[in-house]
């Protein structure tokens, strides 16, 4: 039987955190953060066995790259 889990996470620059670094784990590619200069990168890290990005149906500009999509909105809104 399978079990369903979410995980909800704030991520604070106060506090160390990282928009760019937790985006990159969590999707295992390489993402410039802009802001730092920094790259992070987990493309060696393994696979992931399931991730998904949840959009509203409908969203407008979805590219086929859901997590890329989310992360520059994001950024367009001034929220990291």
């Not at 160390?16 to 060696?44: L, M, P």
Request: net charge positive.
């Amino acid at each position: 039987m399978a079990i369903q889990f979410a995980r909800c996470e704030y991520i604070s620059r106060s506090t160390g955190g990282n928009a760019c670094r937790k985006a990159a784990y969590n999707a295992r590619i390489a993402v410039v953060c802009e802001r730092t200069g920094e790259t992070f990168s987990y493309q060696t890290k393994g696979e992931v066995a399931y991730h998904e990005v949840l959009l509203p149906s409908g969203a407008k500009g979805l590219s086929n790259n859901k997590f890329l999509f989310l992360f520059y909105r994001v950024k367009i809104l001034g929220l990291y």
